[in-house]
């Protein structure tokens, strides 16, 4: 199993410009969640989704867009990106009731 | 303040010590309490949960205590390869997962 899957592992973006973020996992997980990381803030949970066609806003939700088609993938679209975006982002998934998230290996993004 | 707060460290410690790392949550609807470890530059992976009685994995030992509302680590016998940023995490359900900053450990020879 390849797990958690991320790509791209580095993105550079101006500002403005809009991209996506791809997840995918082959654990059969439902949930699944994006985080961001920025020094010294810990991770936060930016939205998520308990199964393919549900998805919810988590603690900072605001310039980013996720849909869930399928169990498998989990994309994140930022719409314009802006320099306060510029984080580590990682995505996890994992099963009901188990407690353990599995996370990607993140993507590094910075926008200028 | 945040929910979960953690002693950003560094902590610089020669291989077989002992060092602990305390952990303080403010919710205290907060059910459930994890570890994880982050090595530079990757992505978190669960370490231990943590129980109110208490558990211990080899050379780890988590605690929890609820009254006081704080989590700790005691890591005994440091290896060279203990070091990274172990995470605490507190979860109340529902997705509301919060984790902590990060305490940096540094295990030296």
């Known amino acids: 199993n390849a797990g958690v899957t991320q790509t791209p592992k580095f993105q550079v973006l101006k500002t403005g410009q809009s991209m996506t973020l791809q997840c995918a996992q082959d654990m059969n997980h439902e949930y699944m969640s994006w985080y961001r990381q920025d020094p010294g803030m810990g991770l936060r949970l930016i939205h998520y989704?308990?199964?393919?066609?549900?998805?919810d806003q988590g603690e900072v939700p605001n310039g980013y867009n996720v849909s869930r088609s399928t169990t498998e993938d989990f994309p994140l679209r930022l719409l314009s990106a802006a320099p306060s975006q510029t984080s580590v982002y990682f995505c996890a998934s994992s099963s009901p009731g188990d407690n353990e998230q599995f996370f990607g290996p993140g993507t590094r993004l910075t926008v200028l | 303040r945040k929910e979960v707060e953690q002693d950003p460290g560094p902590f610089n410690v020669p291989e077989g010590a002992t060092v602990a790392f305390n952990c303080t949550y403010s919710?205290?609807?907060?059910?459930?309490f994890f570890w994880y470890r982050q090595d530079c530059r990757k992505e978190p992976k669960l370490l231990m949960s943590v129980y109110s009685s208490g558990n211990e994995d080899g050379r780890f030992t988590a605690q929890l205590n609820r009254a006081s509302q704080y989590i700790s680590l005691l890591i005994r016998d440091s290896k060279l390869s203990d070091s990274a940023t172990y995470l605490c995490v507190g979860d109340t359900g529902g997705f509301k997962t919060i984790f902590g900053a990060g305490t940096r450990l540094f295990v030296k020879a």
């Open positions: 919710n205290s609807a907060s059910q459930s």
């Open positions: 989704s308990v199964g393919a066609g549900i998805t």
